[in-house]
């Protein structure tokens, strides 16, 4: 009996050993996952500000580039007007200039004549279209000075045209050239510009297959274009002139042309979109 209580005893400690023991372990347990999740919780709360710390830089950094790409923007968009009010200025003021000249020219040469005098009125005439051409000399030589650098037009040009410049003063005259027919261009026409303008008069050719352009270039070739000479005055009727661009004194190469009309004076009219890149006569 005593053997007995001695191992119930001894049986009873142990159990109350590995209770304690298991208590302890369990709370070393806790303990151990308690910091680690409090290290976890940190380290997420660090990661978290780091990331939001990141988000606001870039927020920061987003919104600066938009208030320059908005600057710049607004920047390009006053400097475009800008140069296009000078263009316009200056081809209006051009204009005035040429118109002006031309006046003074035609008093000058203006004669009396009796009706009926034919050879008179044939001498007039040729006195009117040498003074015409004088004047379009005159603008292209001033407008060669003001731009040296497309100073280089040859003094002759490459070969003749074959196209005779007839007047019309009316639209059944106009319809007697020959060339007075819708066409579309195949050739560049090679122009130094000589002024830039919002209006034109010309006679129409049906069916045309012209837009509405909003710009009247007045031009001299640099090189034969549809049968006619270098040297001969065109006017080109343009949709964009900011396409070549088109002002006074540029030497620029236009494609996608075709045939518009012509002028009372002889002077042919072709449109297109306005698309040119500038030309370096050789």
């Known amino acids: ?4 209580a001695k191992a119930d005893a001894e049986e ?10 298991k208590a302890k372990a369990d709370a070393e347990e806790k303990k151990r996952l308690a910091e680690e999740e ?13 990331r939001s710390k990141l988000e606001a830089e870039e927020k920061k950094r987003l919104a600066e580039e938009d208030k320059r790409l908005a600057e710049e923007k607004k ?18 003021a051009e204009a005035r200039r040429l118109e002006a000249e031309a006046a003074r020219e035609e008093r000058s040469t203006r004669r009396v004549v009796r009706t009926g005098d034919a050879a008179a009125v044939e001498k ?3 006195a ?3 003074t015409a051409s004088t004047t379009v000399e005159k603008a292209a030589v001033q407008n060669a ?10 003094a002759e040009p490459k070969k003749a045209g074959t196209a005779v410049i007839m007047p019309a003063s009316n639209v059944e005259e ?10 579309g261009m195949v050739e560049e026409a090679k122009v130094r510009v000589l002024a830039v303008n919002e209006r034109y008069p010309y006679f129409g050719i049906a069916n045309n297959g012209c837009g509405n352009g909003k710009y009247f270039v007045t031009g001299t070739l640099l090189d034969t274009f549809d049968g006619m000479a270098y040297g001969t005055n065109v006017v080109l009727r343009i949709d964009d002139a900011t396409l070549g661009p088109s002002r006074s004194g540029a030497n620029l190469s236009y494609q996608q042309l075709r045939r518009a009309g012509k002028s009372p004076d002889g002077t042919f009219v072709y449109c297109g979109p306005g698309n040119a890149t500038p030309y370096r006569p050789h």
């Open 1 to 4: 009996a005593a053997e007995k």
């Open 12 to 21: 009873k400690k142990r159990l109350a050993q590995e209770s304690a023991d």
């Open 38 to 50: 409090k290290a976890r919780k940190a380290e997420e709360k660090k990661a978290l500000a780091e």
């Open 75 to 92: 920047r390009v968009e006053a400097d475009a007007k800008r140069m296009e009010a000078e263009d316009k200025k200056r081809a209006e």
């Open 124 to 126: 007039a005439a040729a």
């Open 128 to 130: 009117t279209a040498s």
């Open 145 to 154: 000075n003001m731009n040296p650098i497309f100073n280089t037009a040859p």
């Open 174 to 183: 106009a319809r007697k050239d020959p060339r007075f027919a819708s066409a």
